[in-house]
């Protein structure tokens, strides 16, 4: 009985949760004289003008692959980086460890707006603007930490005779590492890449600032929708669903892992 | 277990000061060179002093948008957290129900945050808007543009709608990483479903609701581009929070130091706070061991 009203209450949070998205779907399947003129709980003639206007006007998919270069580069560097630093800090005392530890945390707590100005000017400097690796250098700051964190959670819980026993056997550290370590924590890796997807994926102020048109991110792009007639409610809510796509696309192969993955971890 | 001791480590953890401090710290120095100083122009600049911390920090807007700003950070853990802790209660252990429940909860979380405020200005809107129509229908007169109370009840509804899955991942990551002769030994000692929770879930979900907890404080204390996209910071300056004035200030009114000023101060608050809660945690912790 009380599994029940458990299950009773979860469906009912999961209804409530995909409501607003049921109804930006809903809208991107109308046109926009359509959605102002009439109230309707679902659409009654169905279109998919809004989204063939999105992959036809090069102005618009371009964002979306703008988006989807810097996120795969910037979980690729803070991968890369935060692997051997987490192993460190997972397994060695060193002199400021944990010092180095809260300073990385402590970038996350950064007020964004202020600092915008000098990282326009020092990504001049490099004569990055408007390039890829600028935004995706630029989420390193709040994404490498977090990185960090996570894989330190997960490597302190594989037992260290592990790691004892290898060397012993004459294994050198990097054959080690790839070998015999980084399969052990396959999951850990694959929720890490999913938490630095999704919040490069989600930031906005960064990525506006770095870019003009080479690299604009989709959700600059999304700004546009503003004519002279209003809002094209249509078009923004087809380019809003469509910015959910690839995030789902990734929850789905990492799937497995978000749930096995955060059992084995302590996070 | 102690760790080894080696200051080599120092070599594994140099790629990651390396790509952190390139970003961090130039910045952080410019910043600070901007709050002593006032600029009229490129080569126009002249040494204050503290004159812009002491001018920011007898400006009554921002007291103002401090106490908002605490208010609205102290709703949203005390909502979030408990609800994300019945969340990952009420879930699925095993079958197809986890990854469904896994998929579905980390669907807020991947849209952009100015999409968030997209989503949420087209839901509430009385003529197109689902919830706005049908709180209107109800007899009930909300308009989140024009009374403060309804732009705040809009605010965290679409707050707790977009964060509270994140609590609930982690929340949940920590129960089962809970080995199952925990459970049955509490059920030969007779446990209720409370004392489980109290005494068994609750302090081994430790860690990760210590992650939950900094990370939605921080976050929510940084709250910018949500209510930005929904409200504006209005109706007046009812949810001008503090990310939102300092933009105000730094781009609006191009005052340079004084924003640069409030900015160092704004960083040290959330450092002491999160610090505070980080400290407490670990404490809890270890009362409970002994």
Known sequence: MTIQKRTIGLAIYFALLLLPIYWMLNMSLRTNADILGSFALYPHDPTLTNYIKIFTDESWYSGYINSIIYVTINTVISLFTALPAAYAFSRYRFIGDKHMF?????????PAAVFLLPFFQLYSTFGLIDTHIAVALAHCLFNVP???????????????????????????FPRFFITVFLPLIRAGVGVTAFFCFMFSWVELLFARTLTVTNAKPIAATMTRTVSATGLDWGLLAAAGILTIVPGALVIWFVRNHLAKGFALGRV | MEKWENNRAWFLVLPVFVVVAFSAIIPLMTVVNYSVQDIFGPGQRVFVGAEWFKEVLADYRLHDALWRQFLFSGLVLLI???????????????????????????????????????????FTRPDIGLFGAVVNGLGIAFDHTARPLDAWVTLMLMEVWHWTPLVALLAYAGLRAIPEAYYQAAKIDGASAWATFRYIQLPKMRGVLTIAILLRFMDSF????????????????????LSIYLVKVAVGQFDLGPAAAFSLIYFLIILLFSWLFYQALQNVGTGEKR
């Open chain 2, 80 to 122: 979030e957290i408990p609800l994300g802790i019945l969340i990952a209660l009420a879930m699925p252990k095993r079958g197809w129900g986890v990854s469904a429940s896994l998929v579905t909860l980390a669907l807020p979380l991947l849209i952009p945050w100015n999409v968030i405020g997209t989503i949420w200005i087209v």
């Open chain 1, 146 to 172: 977090l990185a960090v964190w996570i894989l330190e959670g997960f490597m302190s819980g594989v037992p260290r005779e592990i790691d004892e026993t290898a060397y012993l056997d004459g294994y050198s």
């Open chain 1, 102 to 110: 809260f300073w990385l945390l402590t970038n996350r707590m950064a």
């Open chain 2, 222 to 241: 940084l709250i910018y581009a949500e209510p930005f996209v929904l409200t504006g910071g209005g109706p007046g300056n009812s949810t001008t929070f």
